[in-house]
């Protein structure tokens, strides 16, 4: 379950990350009226900041016809699924999954023999 789903039942505004990719590291300042900035790297020339979710496709839209946008894109945290029983069973296919090596090899070498 995702923050945002926990937020139907309050008050407080829904928010989504939107991820920019930038031509020039210095053009960030240009981002601020657009939304909050809570990331920046200036080596790999991104953002991200965060916007109102009933704007964010509007607001995608806009930066991607800016010409110091290289691209814009909603951050895919929404899609992602971080509760804790998807956790148990994702932990629970990759034990199986280490066992069934473990028994096919008969020791902990990998197949590129870097264990």
């Known amino acids: 379950m995702s923050f945002n789903q926990d937020l139907r039942d309050t008050t407080i505004q829904a928010r989504v990350g ?12 240009k981002l601020r009226q657009f939304g909050d900035i809570v990331y920046f790297s200036k080596r ?4 991200l900041i965060y916007v109102n979710k009933n704007v964010a496709e509007q607001v995608v839209i806009k930066l991607n016809r800016l010409h110091f946008v290289k691209k814009a ?9 971080f509760s804790r029983e998807h956790e148990e069973q994702l932990m629970k296919t990759l034990a199986e ?10 020791d902990f070498k990998h197949e590129n023999n870097r264990w």
């Open 18 to 29: 939107i991820v920019v990719y930038l031509n020039l590291a210095q053009d960030q300042f």
């Open 44 to 47: 790999k020339k991104y953002c």
């Open 97 to 106: 999954q280490a066992e069934k090596m473990i028994a096919e090899n008969g």
């Open 73 to 81: 894109e909603l951050s895919p945290t929404e899609s992602l699924d």
